[in-house]
Nanobody, 126 residues
Framework: VQLQASGGGVVQTGGSLRLSCAAS?????????LAWFWQAPGSEREFVAA????????YYSNFAKGRFTISRDFNKNTVTLQMNSLGPDDTAVYSC???????????????????WGQGTLVTVSS
């Protein structure tokens, strides 16, 4: 399974971006938890948002809650991250991830995921 993230770019403070992550295999998302992580320059990778397989529950980091929305499209085999009210602190490389729902660890941890996309750069100018 390969994941391809897209949608990054440069946006002004207060703007919005929509990131998309497409999977190479049609049915990959049927049994997978899906998530977005980010990594800012000089920082470690951090959890942003996740959607759980099965009950479609969603989880957000504190900084993403209320501004970002994760959603999945089974027909298109994609997971998207709608980001609103962006600020300079949101500047980072955003990566999508997929992991089998029965993997150990919580959805907010990178170790829960089996597959990772290459990342897409989001730059928010002040």
């Amino acid at each position: 399974v390969q994941l391809q993230a897209s949608g990054g770019g440069v946006v002004q403070t207060g703007g919005s971006l929509r990131l998309s992550c497409a999977a190479s295999r049609r049915t990959f998302s049927r049994y997978m938890d899906l998530a977005w992580f980010w990594q800012a320059p000089g920082s470690e990778r951090e959890f942003v948002a996740a959607g759980r397989y099965g009950d479609d529950s969603t989880y957000y980091s504190n900084f993403a809650k209320g501004r970002f929305t994760i959603s999945r499209d089974f027909n298109k085999n994609t997971v998207t991250l709608q980001m609103n009210s962006l600020g300079p602190d949101d500047t980072a490389v955003y990566s999508c991830a997929a992991g089998k729902y029965f993997n150990s660890g919580g959805v907010t941890f990178g170790t829960h995921y089996d597959y990772w996309g290459q990342g897409t750069l989001v730059t928010v100018s002040s």
